[in-house]
Structures are given as structure tokens and as C-alpha cells.
């Protein structure tokens, strides 16, 4: 192997503007991709995989911190890459063999050889028969494969993938990915060096000589892998298995410090740290919190990740948040990979459902600082209502304006669950349950449903 | 018969030399070209502007010819636009620096009552091209692309502006060349709003042509040969007949142009609608169809390929279409500064000029009288507003709600959005004349005319958009007629409704200046108001007044629209939307 640096990530940080705030979601983040290598971002949604994808593509820039291509630093978007991205990014209105020549073309081409190659990359990547055919005649596999084809005709030094699969359903995405498998070990392929985001543990491992483990808010690198396991790599060998292990436990594992949203600045952000609120509710929903522990007990009280969510088919994105919830709830532990529920979730499990709301309750005032929040600010209104607009802003000052909605979004699931607080999705109030108004929504609300 | 072996050449045996179908679109294109040749020969004529004629004949012999000179001037005004919009709006989009300007100038210009400049236009025009009928032409052509223009480049801006982001990225990625990415990208991805903005622009433009046709500069009119000229020397004789003979070479027009050229235009576009899901009823045109089957214009584009490739290396040049991610903050700073500047000073010129100009020669008083006048302009575009909407909002809903009536009604409506209002005025204003309405409050009558239909249009799009199944919930929990409304109707169709009454409400104050002064048969009625203000300082060649009330008209659209139209559209957005 040759061990030429190709990219290099100096100190990157990236820092996004929020309402009335910033949001870091980079930081301190360095790495390098030698030549021949290919390696694997993992992190769960969120992490900034996508953000740290853009800086290395050159398409946006690193708040500080330098990326830099061959040594030089990057100032417009980085001329050694190609990018497969998650949503394919194929233009509509141009027929396969016209999407493939495309970037020949970028490159003033002529065009007899452009013609040439990219039929050549075509063949290569199973589309033959498919030149002139639109994409929205293609299946999603086949819509990828386009997107392969016109990231590798330009022969890249280095391909960036966005999760490339995971717009795709289980069994073509395994089909597509063994086959890049096969092409890289064959030297099929035009480009040996690769760049690929992930959130599924076993693509990455899979897939990559090197895995670099992303931690979310802010996004930084927790924990570096090197795979050296013989490829084709067997899912099902024990060397994998306790490598997928050991992944889950560095996703789960305790951090030395406890995950914080970035607060940058004063005002208003300084008042809403005060209330514990730059830690995140986990997104999970009351239903899939109980099925989690529930699970847990039927299981004998412990069983490994990999394992759950195997039995739920989930993906990690889908799994860790619950995970989170149930462990910030004490509902559940984690230990090397593997869950063990604890006392309180035995409980949990084997309550009926008035106890299990009061004990929810209890836990989610205890535990989750924007339940508690929003509380306690209900009990010291007058009138047992308050705008959800402020608990909002002072929201979006730490997360932005989508993630922000997500936390009310779950806080409000959490407290009708525990019965806590109500919310009237007409007026934009939260409302105690007392509050005269609280059974109207709570009416409403399930008309809606 | 033997049985035929096949042989090595059967492919070129079965594939007739000329199919029908290239025969006949061979013809059209010959057919097309000619009559265009023709018509920019008679628009390119000399003319010597003191024997000029001020009329034109309105013997109906002449009509055809008269139809293809006031076809050249729409398509020569419609390229105008697109050459615009697909400068201004790029440059708007890829410069912020130039968004800035470019947007709230394009606000006001689509607020400004572009009937008031003409006389301003045309003798600039003149003097651009003395000695040639072209200058007339031009400024007719102007007065058509103002109307268009500002529309088709706030629709391309926003669809450049809203440009799927991985689609941006893999363009940048690709380090497409300016040029490539501008026909390969934001073309494309801007064409179905371009094209349907395009078809409903050149339908309002047909207004602008009848009315700039015959202009009047000082105390001289010029009469360019055309429809719209037609009927203006047809109402000046009282020739009803002949004003019915202009009506049908005009719903021929219309109707043809729609055929020929926007319906298969729309078809076309359809192929660069991005979402998946292929759309029920797509757009279809006969035409296009024909065109598909033909090999000529494939021909034709194998032929200018290289011309393509040449451009494609021509423009290289100008570099690739990306932007450096840092730009050091001094040079930022410096740019803004000396753009606010010259922005700044060029207002500052402008104004000055303008005071200095009104207070040397009717001085500023003239304000308040234009003022007085504007509000009793605007009592009648609140009728208008007020009416239109008590009579066509239950009208476009139930049609936009009945599938089958409004598959029959949106032609007819978008030909009467199309049909120039100004076409049948000489019919109402001699029912005026003839039973004694004044037009202080027929004059109300002529402006709706033309500008009501933007709100039946609108209401039936609205309406017909309420998702069936909720329409079908809401029948199923037996609602009163009237919480029917309130709860799915009226949230439903008021985003669109909104639209419409801008519309609408700004095509009125536009009309008013051709309907509250108006001639039929050597009689002129006058109703005061600030569109007769307009056209009597227009016809006078009393450009201080001219001024005076483009500017009071101005303040009071662009006034109205921020203050109500943007409240209301804003609590359309928030509250009501589906
Ligand atoms: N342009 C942007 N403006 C503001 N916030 C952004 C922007 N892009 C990404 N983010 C935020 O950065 C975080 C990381 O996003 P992303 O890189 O897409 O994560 P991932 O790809 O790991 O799911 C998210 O919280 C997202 O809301
Ligand atoms: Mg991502």
C-alpha cells in the first residue's frame, strides 16, 4: 500500500448559526485518507457525518480548521473527489448514458472518447442495456448504480459516499455493496481509495481497512478502528461479531463527560443552560421505551445490542435513541455492547399501565431536563398554561430550528404519556392537565390521530 | 403475392423516405419562416414620422397582415423577456450583492402602471432608431415585455433559489462550466414555472399590445399596423362591425398561439418535473405529438449540435460554476461598501432630478391634487375587489370542486383571462353612451373587465387542490353548509385567493388609466380619477404630470400590497394552509 496522504483535516470546526445562537457541530475534528485506503464515518444521525463529508468535498467551508487536497488547502469544491450521494442527486432530465458523460464533459472531453467511457463505466457498473433509459424509469438500485457510474467515469483519487445505501431496501443494498466488495478486491475498480459515511455498523465494518467512530454534539472523533480482517469479510464469523460488539459499546459507552448541545454566547442560552436544557431529550417515543425494556425482561433481562436490534430490524439510528431514553430514564444499562435492564425497569415491565404512567412520570421529571422545564414553568403560571412558542425559541437559541421542534415534539409525547402536561396543537399551549382547556386538546388530539 | 425473403436492406425499406408527418411539419416550418420574414420586413420599413399615419385602414381585408404584425411584436417581446429573466434572475441568484437591488426593483417595476410610460418610451425609442418605423415597434414591443418580464424573473429566481441542494452540490462537484450548468441545471430544473408563467404572461400581454399600437406622443398619435391599432381606428369611426371582425382575428390569435405553441410548450416541459410520481393527467398537445413522430427537428438538432459544442468552448472561459468558500473579509466589506454607495448615490441623482423637474414646471402642489384623484381611483378597484370576489369565489369554487365542470371551464377561463379587455370596450362604452351611464361608474365596469378573472382563475386552481380525501372526511362528518366553509373551503382556496386580489387588484389600477378616459364615435367621456390624470398629461405631453401620477400611482399599489395584500397572504400561510 502506498502511503501518500490524499486529504488531510486539519482542527476542523464547524459552527452553524441557530435562532439567536450558534450551534457547534464539528469540533476539533482531524483525520487523514492515505492513498489505497478506504475508510468508514460512523455516527448516529446528527453527528455532523454528512457537514465533515461537505468540508472534505470542498463544498462548504470549515468554520476554522483547513482541509486540504494533495497538501493544498481547499477554497471551492475539492477537484480530486466524485460523491455518491443518499438521494442519488441524478438530473431528471437527462438520460443515464447523458448523466454518466456529464462530468467528462465538465472536463471538456471530447466527445468520441467521452462517449467511450462512459459506456465503459456503464458496463462496469451492471447498467448496460439501461444507456437511455431516464432515471425515473430505474428502480432505486439501479438509480444508484447510475450514481456510482457517474462518480467513478471521472476516475477520482478519492470517492465520497453519503449513505449510499441507505435509501435503498435491505436486500439490494446488501447486493449493490457486495458487489462494490467484490470490485475492490478484484481491482475492478477505477478508484482505490474511498471515503464512506455510514450509520450501519456492519456496512462499516464490511467495507472499510479504518473506521472512525463520530461522536454527536459536537461532533467529534471518539474512537478510531482498524479492521484488519481478510475480505470478503463473513457477517456471521466471530471476529465480526466482536468487532460489531465492540463498536456498539464505543456508540453507547459513557462518555467522560456528559453529552452536551454546544452553548456558545450569552443571553438567552446562559438561561436556558441553567435549566439543564443543552442536554438532549434522547427521540425516542414512549411506545418503542417500553417495548425496549419489555423486550429486555421477556430476553431474561439482558441481551446484546447487535442482537436487539437484529430481532426489531432496526437500524442503529432507530435503536440508540431508545437506548439513550431508556438508560437516561435508569430504566436499563449498558455494558460492552450488550443491554441489562435494572431494578426500576423490572418494575416498569411489570406494571400495569396506570402505574406505569405514574412511574414514567415520576422518572421523566426526575431525568429529562425539558420535561422538567416545562413543568415546572406550568406550576408557576397563574393560569396552568404557557405558550409553547417560548419554550421553543429558548430551544432553538441551543439546537436550531428542525431539532428544536424534534425536542418538543418528544417532550410533549413524554408528559401526556406521564400525564404531566397537555398540549393544544390550536392555540400553541402547553397546558396542565387540570387546565380546563387540557381535555379539549387531549379530545382533539385524538380525532387527529 | 411471393413471400418476401428479408433481405439486408429491409430496415431502409420498411422506414419510408417521407412520412407525412415530415412532410407536414417541413411545410409549417417553411410556412413560419416566411411569415416571419415578412412581417419583420414591414417592421423594419422606413418611415418618416411628420407624414406618419395616425390611423391605419380598417378595411377587414387587411386583418391577416395586421394579425402577424401584432404576432411578431408579441414573440419578439417574449424572447426580450426570457433573454431577461434568465439574466437578471441568474445574476440575482448567484449574486447576493445583486439580489439586493435587483429584487425589490423587480417588486416595484411589477407595481409601476406601465400603460403611464409609453409616451416616455416611445420617444426614446424614436431617437434610437430615427428614419425606421422601428422605433414605434419598439416601443410597443417594450410595453409588452414590461408586462411580462418582471413576472417570468421573479418565478425563475425562485426556482433557482430553490434548487434541490444534492443536485447543486453534484453540479459543483462535477465543476460543470458556467454555461454547462446554466443548461444542464437551472434551466431544466426552472422550466415547468417558467413556461406556465411565460404562457400566463404573454395572455396579459395581448392588453399591453392592443394598447400601445396606437401611441400618442405629445399631440401627435402614431398608428402601427396591427390588431390592436385596428380596433382603436374602428371605435375612433364608430364601426362596431368591424371592432367584431378585430374580436375574431383576435380569439383566432389566442386560440392559435395556445394551440400551436403553449400547449405543446407545456407538454414538453413536463419532462423536466423532478418528483417521480408522474402526474394523473399530464399535459398533452397534439402538435407536440406530431413533432415526436417527426424526424425533422431531431434532424435539426443533429445539424446545430456543433454549433452547441462551439458555444460549450467558447464560454469556458468564463470558469466554473462555483464560488470560492472564503472570500477575505476586507475585500466583502469593501464590495458592500462601494455597491451601497453607488446604489445610494444613484437614488439620491434620481430623486433630485425628478423634484427639480416637478418643482420647476407644475411644482409639488400637483401631489396632492394626484393623490385626491387616486383615492377616487381607488374606491372603484375596491369595488371591483369587493364584487369580483362576492360573485366569482363561490362561482371558482364550485367549479374548482367539480371535477368534470372544470375540466370544460379552464380553457374558457384562461381565454377570457387571455382575451384583451380592451377588445370589447367599444361595445360596453357604447351601451354607455347609448343608455346614459356615466362613466364615473362604467368606467368601474371596464377595469373589472380585465382584472376579474385573476380571481376566478385562482379560486378554481385553490379549490380544485383540496385533497379529495379530506373532502371526503368532511362529507362524511355531515357538516352545515356554512361550517363546510369556514372549516375546508375557505382555508382551503385562501393562499390562492390572495394571489388572485393582488393580481386582479394590480391589473385594475393598470386598466384604469385606458378606462376612465375613453372615445367612441368622436364623443370622449372622462371620469375623474388618476388614470384619466395619466392619459390626459400622456396625450398632452405633459410629462411633469405624467410623472407626477406614475409616482402617486406607484406608492399607492406597492403601499396597498405591503400593508394588506402581504398581511393577508402571510396570515394565508400560517393559518390556513392545508
Ligand atoms: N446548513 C445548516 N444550517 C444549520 N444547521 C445545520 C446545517 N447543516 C447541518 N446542520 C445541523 O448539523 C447537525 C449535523 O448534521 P449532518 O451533518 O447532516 O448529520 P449526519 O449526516 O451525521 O446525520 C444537525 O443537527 C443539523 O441540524
Ligand atoms: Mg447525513
Redesign the interface.
Known amino acids: 500500500m502506498n502511503n501518500t496522504t490524499l486529504i488531510a483535516v486539519d482542527d476542523v470546526t464547524k459552527v452553524f448559526a441557530t435562532d439567536g445562537g450558534e450551534k457547534t457541530v464539528l469540533d476539533g475534528i482531524s483525520l487523514t485518507i492515505n492513498h489505497g485506503e478506504i475508510v468508514a464515518l460512523l455516527g448516529r444521525s446528527g453527528s455532523g457525518k454528512s457537514t465533515l463529508l461537505r468540508c472534505i468535498a470542498g463544498l462548504i467551508g470549515p468554520s476554522t480548521g483547513t482541509v486540504s487536497y494533495k497538501g493544498t488547502p481547499l477554497n471551492g469544491s475539492n477537484p480530486g473527489t466524485a460523491l455518491v450521494f443518499q438521494s442519488f442527486a441524478l438530473l431528471p432530465w437527462l438520460t443515464v448514458l447523458e448523466n454518466v458523460e456529464l462530468g467528462l464533459e465538465a472536463k471538456g472531453i471530447k466527445p468520441a472518447e467521452r462517449r467511450e467511457r462512459a459506456l465503459k463505466a456503464i458496463d462496469v457498473i451492471g447498467l448496460d442495456g439501461f444507456e437511455s433509459a431516464y432515471p425515473k424509469e430505474l428502480s432505486g438500485g439501479m438509480r444508484q448504480r447510475v450514481g456510482f457510474a457517474r462518480a467513478l467515469v471521472v476516475e477520482p483519487d478519492v470517492l465520497l459516499m453519503d449513505e449510499p445505501f441507505s435509501a435503498l431496501d435491505v436486500l439490494t443494498s446488501e447486493n449493490l455493496r457486495s458487489e462494490l466488495v467484490r470490485m475492490w478486491s478484484e481491482g475492478t475498480m477505477p478508484t482505490q481509495t474511498a471515503l464512506i459515511v455510514t450509520h450501519n455498523i456492519e456496512e462499516a465494518i464490511q467495507l472499510a481497512d479504518r473506521i472512525l467512530v463520530l461522536d454527536s454534539n459536537p461532533g467529534r472523533i471518539k474512537a478510531e478502528l482498524t479492521v484488519e480482517l481478510p475480505k470478503p469479510r463473513d457477517r456471521r464469523s466471530p471476529e465480526f461479531e466482536d468487532l460489531v460488539d465492540e463498536v456498539y459499546g464505543i456508540l453507547t459507552g459513557q462518555q467522560a463527560e456528559p453529552r452536551r448541545a454546544a452553548v456558545n454566547g450569552g443571553g438567552p442560552d446562559a438561561a436556558a443552560a441553567a435549566q439543564g436544557l443543552e442536554t438532549p431529550l434522547p427521540t425516542a417515543s414512549t411506545g418503542s421505551l417500553g417495548g425496549i425494556v419489555e423486550l429486555l425482561a421477556a430476553h431474561g433481562g439482558s441481551e446484546g445490542l447487535a442482537e436487539i436490534a437484529d430481532e426489531l430490524r432496526y437500524e442503529i439510528d432507530d435503536l440508540l435513541p431508545v437506548v439513550d431514553a431508556a438508560q437516561l430514564l435508569k430504566l436499563v444499562r449498558t455494558q460492552d455492547g450488550a443491554l441489562r435492564i435494572t431494578e426500576q425497569g423490572r418494575r416498569y415491565a411489570g406494571a400495569d399501565l396506570l402505574r406505569a404512567k405514574e412511574q414514567f412520570a415520576t422518572l421523566a421529571v426526575e431525568a429529562a431536563p425539558l420535561v422538567r422545564h416545562i413543568v415546572k414553568e406550568l406550576r408557576r403560571s397563574d393560569s396552568g398554561a404557557i405558550r409553547a412558542d417560548g419554550v421553543l425559541s429558548d430551544l432553538r437559541a441551543l439546537y436550531g430550528d428542525q431539532e428544536a421542534q424534534q425536542q418538543l415534539d418528544t417532550a410533549v409525547d413524554w408528559g401526556r404519556y406521564g400525564e404531566l402536561f397537555e398540549y393544544d396543537a390550536d392555540s400553541g399551549r402547553l397546558l396542565l392537565p387540570t387546565h380546563p382547556d387540557a381535555t379539549a386538546a387531549a379530545a382533539g388530539q385524538t380525532v387527529d390521530a | 403475392m411471393p413471400v418476401l425473403r428479408p433481405l439486408s436492406g429491409a430496415g431502409a425499406l420498411r422506414r419510408p423516405a417521407l412520412r407525412w408527418t415530415d412532410l407536414l411539419v417541413g411545410v409549417a416550418i417553411i410556412v413560419v419562416f416566411y411569415l416571419t420574414i415578412r412581417a419583420t420586413l414591414g417592421a423594419a420599413s422606413p418611415l418618416d414620422l411628420a407624414t406618419a399615419p395616425s390611423s391605419i385602414s380598417t378595411d377587414p381585408a387587411h386583418l391577416p397582415y395586421y394579425a402577424l404584425r401584432s404576432l411578431l411584436r408579441m414573440f419578439v417581446a417574449l424572447i426580450a423577456s426570457t433573454v431577461f429573466t434568465f439574466m437578471v434572475a441568474t445574476a440575482a441568484a448567484r449574486l447576493p450583492r445583486v439580489e439586493k437591488i435587483v429584487l425589490p426593483a423587480l417588486d416595484i417595476l411589477q407595481s409601476v402602471p406601465i400603460l403611464g410610460f409609453l409616451s416616455v418610451t416611445v420617444t426614446g425609442f424614436i431617437a434610437l432608431f430615427p428614419g425606421s418605423t422601428l422605433g414605434l415597434e419598439a416601443a410597443s414591443v417594450f410595453a409588452i415585455f414590461t408586462s411580462q418580464a418582471w413576472n417570468m424573473a421573479f418565478s425563475f429566481h425562485a426556482s433557482l433559489v430553490s434548487q ?1 441542494r ?2 447543486d ?2 453540479a ?6 458556467k454555461w ?1 450548468r446554466f443548461w ?2 437551472d434551466v ?1 430544473s426552472g422550466m415547468i414555472p417558467l413556461v406556465w408563467n411565460g404562457m400566463m404572461s404573454f395572455g396579459g400581454g395581448w392588453f399591453f399590445l392592443a394598447a400601445s399600437e396606437a401611441i400618442s406622443v405629445g399631440d401627435k398619435t402614431y398608428a402601427l399596423p396591427g390588431v390592436g391599432a385596428y380596433v382603436a381606428a374602428a371605435v375612433e369611426q364608430g364601426q362596431l362591425d368591424r371592432v367584431g371582425w378585430a374580436i375574431l382575428a383576435m380569439i383566432v390569435m389566442v386560440l392559435g398561439t395556445n394551440f400551436l405553441f403553449w400547449r405543446p410548450l407545456v407538454a414538453w416541459a413536463e ?4 418528483e ?1 410520481t ?1 402526474a394523473v393527467d399530464r399535459p398533452r398537445s397534439l402538435v407536440l405529438d406530431l413533432l415526436a413522430h417527426s424526424s425533422i427537428p431531431r434532424g435539426l438538432g443533429r445539424a446545430f449540435a456543433p454549433v452547441g ?1 462551439g458555444l ?2 467558447a464560454t ?1 472561459p468564463f470558469g ?1 460554476a ?5 472570500v477575505p473579509r476586507l475585500r466583502r466589506r469593501a464590495g458592500d461598501v462601494v455597491m451601497a454607495l453607488v446604489v445610494i448615490a444613484g437614488i439620491l441623482y434620481g430623486a433630485y432630478w425628478a423634484s427639480e423637474f416637478i418643482g420647476s414646471t407644475i411644482g409639488f402642489g400637483s401631489f396632492g391634487e394626484a393623490f385626491g384623484l387616486g383615492l377616487i381611483t381607488f374606491i372603484r378597484v375596491l369595488v371591483i375587489i369587493i364584487l369580483a370576489t362576492l360573485i366569482w369565489v363561490p362561482v371558482g369554487v364550485w367549479v374548482g370542486m367539480n371535477p368534470k365542470v372544470s375540466k370544460l371551464a379552464q380553457p374558457v377561463v384562461q381565454l377570457l383571462a387571455s382575451f384583451p379587455a380592451n377588445f370589447l370596450f367599444p361595445f360596453v362604452i357604447a351601451f354607455f353612451v347609448a343608455v346614459g351611464i356615466p362613466l364615473d361608474i362604467g368606467g368601474i365596469l371596464l377595469m373589472a373587465l380585465g382584472s376579474q378573472w385573476y380571481i376566478l382563475f385562482n379560486v378554481i386552481a385553490g379549490a380544485s387542490a383540496i385533497p379529495t380525501d379530506l373532502r371526503q372526511a368532511m362529507e362524511s362528518f355531515r357538516l352545515t353548509p356554512w361550517q363546510r366553509w369556514r372549516k375546508l373551503i375557505l382555508p382551503g382556496i385562501f393562499p390562492a385567493y390572495v394571489t388572485g386580489g393582488i393580481t386582479a387588484a394590480g391589473g385594475a389600477w393598470n386598466a384604469s388609466i385606458v378606462s376612465e378616459i375613453v372615445s367612441y364615435n368622436h364623443n370622449t367621456l372622462i371620469a375623474p380619477g388618476l388614470g384619466s390624470y395619466i392619459a390626459q398629461a400622456t396625450s398632452g405631453g405633459d410629462m411633469a404630470r405624467v410623472l407626477v401620477g406614475v409616482i402617486v400611482m406607484s406608492v399607492f399599489v406597492v403601499g396597498l400590497n405591503r400593508l394588506f395584500w402581504r398581511r393577508l397572504y402571510r396570515v394565508a400561510e400560517t393559518r390556513f394552509s392545508l
Open positions: 434541490s444534492d443536485l452540490e453534484a459543483r462537484l462535477m465543476r460543470l462550466s454547462q444542464k441545471l431544466p419532462r423536466f418535473r423532478q417521480d408522474a459544442r460549450d468552448r469556458r466554473v462555483e464560488h470560492p468558500l472564503f
